[in-house]
């Protein structure tokens, strides 16, 4: 219940950000016009942090696959969605026990920067492309 009242706001407005309206006046006649965001920053914070991924200065960048950011800089259009909540759970399972007793470079690259447990399943969309994060080049 506690979580669920802290996160609302944030998913709210997170959906409200996506799409807006704005109506203007051209001519005597009102128009409108609508604003689709298909991903901000934000979004991409929020979508790290519910799923558990390291903060944006990881080597692993994209929400929905496993892309590490010399491969995103590299193809800005096409990959395809591998990440799934249950994955991320597994994967943090494997950072939280390290079974093979690896180091920690090793570790993170076998969790493909999943750090913290994921505590949200987000629904993937097109918000993670490549193209989208600007960080990635």
Same mark, same amino acid.
């Given at each position: 219940?506690?979580?669920?009242?802290?996160?609302?706001?944030? +998913?709210?407005?997170?959906?409200?950000?996506?799409? /807006?309206?704005?109506?203007?006046?051209?001519?005597? +006649? !009102?128009? #409108?016009?609508?604003?689709?965001?298909?991903?901000?920053?934000?979004?991409?914070? %929020?979508?790290?942090?519910?799923?558990?991924?390291?903060?944006?200065? /990881?080597?692993? +960048?994209? #929400?929905?696959? $496993? !892309?590490?950011? %010399?491969? !995103? =800089? @590299?193809?800005? *259009?096409?990959? =395809? +969605? #591998?990440? /799934?909540?249950?994955?991320?759970? @597994?994967?943090?399972? &494997?950072?939280? /026990?390290?079974?093979?007793?690896? =180091?920690?470079?090793? %570790?993170?690259?076998? &969790?493909?920067?999943?750090?913290?447990?994921?505590?949200?399943?987000? *629904?993937? =969309?097109? $918000?993670?492309?490549?193209?989208?994060?600007?960080?990635?080049?």
């Amino acid at each position: 219940e506690t979580l669920t009242a802290i996160l609302s706001p944030l +998913i709210a407005e997170r959906e409200a950000m996506k799409s /807006s309206e704005l109506m203007l006046e051209m001519g005597g +006649i !009102a128009r #409108t016009f609508k604003f689709i965001f298909r991903g901000t920053g934000y979004d991409e914070k %929020l979508v790290r942090e519910v799923e558990g991924l390291e903060a944006s200065g /990881s080597v692993y +960048i994209c #929400t929905l696959c $496993d !892309a590490t950011r %010399l491969e !995103a =800089s @590299q193809n800005l *259009v096409f990959h =395809s +969605i #591998t990440r /799934s909540h249950a994955e991320n759970l @597994q994967r943090y399972e &494997v950072w939280r /026990s390290n079974p093979y007793h690896e =180091s920690v470079e090793e %570790l993170r690259d076998r &969790v493909k920067g999943v750090s913290a447990k994921p505590f949200i399943e987000t *629904v993937p =969309s097109i $918000d993670a492309l490549h193209c989208d994060i600007g960080n990635a080049a």
